[in-house]
């Protein structure tokens, strides 16, 4: 089993769609939890974190899942500038922050 | 605010050439991360800094080398370079190990 694991995509939807991604991680004891987006040949840029509280910015909602090991990012009313590829990040603890690769959104008019 | 900067940002070396990647960040970020990113991979971290005189090795660092003399310099050394180190190279910086990263806009090398 893969450390984090990601639905690839890609995911294809229309402008005003809700879309959720989830990413399942290996270590139960991982501490931190974190949302990129990386847009095509650009460097990742940090969406948000994620807390076991879940936590919302915007359009954007993340969840933490500690028991089932998931976490989770939902986008509604989806605009065309979402299109990229979002990067599910665990935090095992020390310096071991695990990336995962990926899942691909293209939001079409 | 430049954040963090990475040089040069395309590079073609031959098999065997030595060249070092520049990565500078003005945040006084003590923390410091080199990766590597390969297509439909996750990104694997090659070495990291907690501060000034202080690196340590990640998951693949064989064939590179760090130094930190600097809290705000990072360079990245890449001795007789492989085909196998063909990647998207980023830096990252953050304030603390359990924060978020910001990381630099990459370095795309090619070994031939």
């Known amino acids: 089993r893969k450390e984090v694991e990601q639905d690839p995509g890609p995911f294809n939807v229309p402008e005003g769609a809700t879309v959720a991604f989830n990413c399942t991680y290996s270590?139960?004891?991982?501490?931190?939890f974190f949302w990129y987006r990386q847009d095509c040949r650009k460097e990742p840029k940090l969406l948000m974190s994620v807390y076991s509280s879940g936590n919302e910015d915007g359009r954007f909602t993340a969840q933490l899942n500690r028991a089932s090991q998931y976490i989770s990012l939902l986008i509604r009313d989806s605009k065309l500038s979402d299109s990229a590829t979002y990067l599910c990040?665990?935090?095992?603890?020390?310096?071991?922050?695990?990336f995962g690769a990926g899942t691909r959104l293209f939001v079409k008019a | 605010n430049a954040g963090v900067t990475q040089t040069p940002k395309f590079r073609i070396l031959k098999i065997g050439q030595s060249m070092t990647l520049q990565c500078a960040q003005d945040?006084?970020?003590?923390?410091m991360y080199w990766y590597r990113q390969d297509p439909g991979m996750g990104l694997k971290l090659i070495y990291y800094?907690?501060?000034?005189?202080?690196?340590d090795k990640g998951e693949v660092p064989n064939g590179y080398n760090v130094s930190r003399s600097t809290t705000e310099d990072f360079p990245l050394r890449l001795e007789l370079a492989a085909p196998s180190q063909t990647s998207v190279y980023f830096c990252a910086s953050s304030i603390d190990r359990v924060d978020g990263y910001t990381f630099g806009s990459g370095t795309r090398l090619t070994v031939v």
């Open positions: 990040v665990v935090g095992e603890g020390g310096f071991k922050t695990i």
């Open positions: 945040m006084n970020h003590n923390y």
């Open positions: 270590n139960s004891a991982s501490q931190s």
């Open positions: 800094s907690v501060g000034a005189g202080i690196t």
